[in-house]
C-alpha cells in the first residue's frame, strides 16, 4: 500500500507540475510573440522566425520562474488532495502531513538538480541560438563589444571614421597591452596606438607608456608619451554590464569554466551571483514547496479555493520582492553578491521549517 501511495503522490505531483509549467510556457509564447513581431515588423522576413524565435527563448524563462511554478503546482496538487478527500485517506494509511509534504519536497528538490544538469544546458544553448540569429537582423550593430579567449575587442563609430580596440581584458578599471586602430571612412588606416595599460574607469580613458604610429601620404611616423587619453563611447561598468546576461552559459558551463571566465575579463562577483543562485534553486524549490505545504494541509476541511489563491499570489510577490531586495543590497555592496542569493532561501527556509513543524502536529 505504501508503494501505491508514494506512486500516486509522484506522478500525480510531476503532471500537476507538467500542466502548470504548460500553461506559463503558453502565456510565454503570447506575451514575448508580440515583442518578436513588434522587432521584424519592418524587416523583410517570415512569420516563421518571430515564432521560432519565441519558442526558443521561453523555457529560458521558464526556467527562471521555476520557484513560483513549483509553489503554484504544490498548491494546486494540495488542494485537489484536501478537496477530494484523498488526504484524509492517506492519514489513515499512516501518512502524516510531514511525510505528505516530504515527498513533494524531495521531488522538487530532485527536479531542481536534474533542471541543472539536464534541461539547462538545452536551453542555454537555445538562448545562444536565439541571441546570435537575432542579432543578424540587428541595425544596431555600429558599436561592438566582445570579450573571448584572444581579449577584449571594441569596435566604435567615430565622426570621421571608426575605430578598433584590443587588450588582453578587463581587470579593476585596467586594461592592459592596448591597441587601438583608428580608420577613415574609406578604411585607410590613419594611425595606431600602443599602451601598456589603460584606466577605463570612465569615458576619458587614460593610458600610460604610449606609443603613436601615424600614417600620412605613405609616410609613418612614431612618437613616444608617458600618458595620453582618448574619449571612448565606453567605460568599465558598461563593458562589465555588457556580459552580466549568463543566460547563453548553462550551470555546468560556470562550473567547469570558472577560472576561464575570468581570464577572459568577465566579472568575478557576477560570476559567483549566477553559479550561486543556480546552485540554490534545488533548496529554493524545496523551500517553495514547503511554504505551499504550511498553506494547504493547516486544516482538512473543504473550504474556497479564491482564499488560497489570494493568499498565493501574496506570497509570490512577498517571496520575489525579498529576492530584490536581498540582490539589491549585494549590487550596492552591502554584501556579497553570493551571500545575497541564499539570504532568501536561509531566512525562508528558517521561516517554513517553523509552519511545518506546525502542521505537522494536525
Known amino acids: 500500500m505504501n508503494k501505491v501511495l508514494f506512486n500516486y503522490l509522484f506522478n500525480g505531483y510531476l503532471k500537476t507540475i507538467l500542466k502548470v509549467t504548460m500553461i506559463i510556457y503558453c502565456f ?3 506575451l514575448n510573440l508580440f515583442e518578436e513581431i513588434e522587432f521584424f515588423k519592418n524587416l523583410n522576413s517570415s512569420i516563421l522566425i518571430p515564432l521560432s524565435l519565441t519558442a526558443l527563448y521561453v523555457p529560458n524563462i521558464i526556467i527562471k520562474l521555476l520557484p513560483f511554478i513549483i509553489f503554484i503546482s504544490s498548491m494546486w496538487f494540495l488542494l485537489n488532495l484536501r478537496n477530494t478527500t ?15 509534504f516530504f515527498i513533494l ?8 538538480w536534474m533542471v541543472l544538469f539536464v534541461i539547462n544546458p538545452i536551453t542555454s544553448t537555445m538562448v545562444k541560438y536565439y541571441e546570435q540569429t537575432k542579432s543578424t537582423f540587428s541595425r544596431d550593430i555600429d558599436h561592438l563589444v566582445s570579450i573571448n579567449k584572444n581579449g577584449l575587442w571594441i569596435k566604435e563609430n567615430m565622426s570621421n571614421g571608426y575605430r ?13 597591452n592596448v591597441t587601438i586602430f583608428n580608420l577613415d571612412k574609406k578604411n585607410n588606416l590613419i594611425n595606431t596606438i600602443y599602451s601598456k595599460k589603460a584606466d577605463i574607469s570612465t569615458n576619458e580613458w587614460s593610458l600610460k607608456d604610449v606609443t603613436i604610429n601615424k600614417f600620412e601620404d605613405g609616410i609613418s611616423s612614431q612618437s613616444y608619451l608617458e600618458e595620453y587619453s582618448i574619449v571612448s563611447k565606453y567605460n568599465y561598468h558598461k563593458i562589465t554590464s555588457l556580459f552580466k546576461n549568463f543566460d547563453t552559459m548553462s550551470f ?6 570558472y577560472d576561464d571566465l575570468q581570464k577572459k575579463g568577465y ?22 514547496t514547503a511554504l505551499a505545504s504550511i498553506l494547504t494541509m493547516n486544516t482538512l476541511k473543504k473550504s474556497n479555493n479564491f482564499a488560497f ?24 555592496n552591502r554584501i556579497s553578491l553570493s551571500l545575497a542569493v541564499w539570504i532568501p532561501v536561509i531566512a ?13 502536529e494536525k
Do not use: E, H
Open 28 to 30: 510565454g509564447i503570447i
Open 86 to 100: 484523498d488526504l484524509l485517506t492517506m492519514k489513515v494509511f499512516g501518512y502524516s502531513n510531514f511525510r505528505i
Open 105 to 112: 519536497a524531495f521531488i522538487s528538490f530532485m527536479f531542481g
Open 164 to 176: 578598433i580596440i584590443s587588450a588582453d581584458g578587463t581587470r579593476d578599471d585596467v586594461i592592459k
Open 252 to 257: 555546468l558551463d560556470l562550473a567547469l569554466n
Open 267 to 288: 566579472n568575478k562577483s557576477y560570476i559567483n551571483q549566477n553559479l550561486n543562485s543556480m546552485l540554490s534553486m534545488p533548496f529554493f524549490l524545496f523551500i517553495m
Open 309 to 332: 489563491i489570494v493568499a498565493g499570489l501574496i506570497t509570490c510577490v512577498a517571496v520575489y520582492y525579498f529576492k530584490d531586495l536581498s540582490l539589491a543590497l549585494g549590487q550596492s
Open 348 to 360: 525562508i527556509g528558517l521561516f517554513s521549517s517553523i509552519g511545518v513543524l506546525q502542521i505537522n
